[in-house]
């Protein structure tokens, strides 16, 4: 494998354990809600709209409008701008990380997650996988579907490319849920204010990724 490739799987991997950290984050403080997908959020728009409860409504629109507003903002940097997405995502949600970490268990559930909605976003469509393997690094359940599909098809075919799939993500489900273990512990002792410590993941991460970018760009002046 090459170095600069070696980067890139360390890197994913470390943004997984932040995705883990966030959502545990999220579950633990608020309510078993898990931000870093918009699944629940959606299924409480249609009760909300169901029910007639139109303050909660609103609430989860908004909540919607910025995940969707997440999602569409790597996309718009990478066609429109010369920016690195990558390095701009993890900027994003080192501001959001130290948002949330004043906010507090007095304000709603909903508003308090916010920051979670749009970093998680953010997160998913500018780390989308490494190589040829599309993988979440903010929540795992395609991630266990491809790490069970590709074991039973080497097990079937003695493939070593899908023996090769299920180590990679096999490796994901297991940074993800580091990433989960360590928020647990970190929220046992500083509650909401544990979240400054998912800051450990993104600041190794963004240095491993100016890293790499560096490698990168000396080779391109030797050569």
């Not at 979440?136 to 491809?146: A, D, E, H, I, M």
């Not at 400054?196 to 760009?217: H, R």
């Amino acid at each position: 494998m090459k170095e600069s490739a070696k980067y890139d799987y360390y890197i994913q991997y470390l943004m997984c354990a932040t995705g883990g950290f966030t959502a545990a984050y999220a579950v633990l403080n608020h309510a078993d809600f898990l931000a870093s997908a918009q699944t629940a959020n959606l299924i409480h728009i249609t009760l909300c709209i169901t029910g007639r409860n139109f303050p909660e409504l609103c609430l989860r629109l908004i909540a919607m409008l910025i995940y969707m507003a997440g999602l569409a903002i790597p996309v718009l940097i990478s066609k429109y701008t010369h920016i690195n997405v990558k390095m701009f995502c993890i900027f994003i949600e080192i501001t959001m990380v130290v948002l949330l970490f004043f906010f507090t268990d007095k304000m709603n559930t909903i508003i308090a997650l916010y920051p979670v909605f749009f970093m998680t976003s953010v997160q998913w469509n500018s780390f989308p996988g490494v190589g040829s393997f599309v993988s979440s690094s903010v929540f795992s359940t395609n991630n266990l579907r491809q790490f069970t599909t590709s074991y039973i098809e080497y097990i079937c075919s003695k493939d070593r490319e899908q023996l090769k799939k299920t180590k990679f993500f096999g490796c994901v489900l297991l940074s993800y849920h580091i990433g989960v273990v360590f928020s647990y512990f970190i929220y046992k002792e500083f509650a909401m204010k544990g979240i400054i410590f998912c800051l450990i993941p993104l600041l190794m991460g963004m240095f491993l990724l100016a890293y790499s970018n560096y490698q990168f760009s000396a080779r391109r002046i030797i050569y």
